[in-house]
């Protein structure tokens, strides 16, 4: 299982960018896929996160309305679009997958993570 974070950086408060998972290993279209960030200091946390399908998604209350989270299944691939960026948001943003082995049990992948820094 691999899981490749991309398109974080530098952006001014209000400003906004658009964040890749690139996934393999598994069947993609038979997993949800999450985002978390962690900010220097502080615990992991959940972002947002998407169904199998995309057809549920959920959030965070510190991002709802400003982030949204979708997946191309045939890229598999899930984006998390920002927008509105506040200084805290700053933080490294990761995704995250729980796949199923063969007996059935649960383990948590993660990606290497992409720095995003919000300047005020």
């Known amino acids: 299982v691999q899981l490749v974070e991309s398109g974080g950086g530098l952006v001014q408060a209000g400003g906004s960018l658009r964040l890749s998972c690139a996934a393999s290993?598994?069947?993609?279209?038979?997993?949800?896929i999450g985002w978390f960030r962690q900010a220097p200091g502080e615990e992991r946390q959940g972002v947002s996160c998407i169904s199998r399908s995309g057809a549920d998604t959920y959030y965070a209350d510190s991002v709802k309305g400003r982030f949204t989270i979708s997946r191309d299944n045939a890229k598999n691939t899930v984006y998390l679009q920002m927008n509105s960026l506040k200084s805290d948001d700053t933080a490294v943003y990761y995704c995250n997958v729980d796949v199923r082995d063969i007996r059935g049990y649960s383990h948590p992948y993660w990606g290497q993570g992409t720095q995003v820094t919000v300047s005020s």
């Open positions: 290993g598994f069947t993609f279209e038979d997993y949800a």
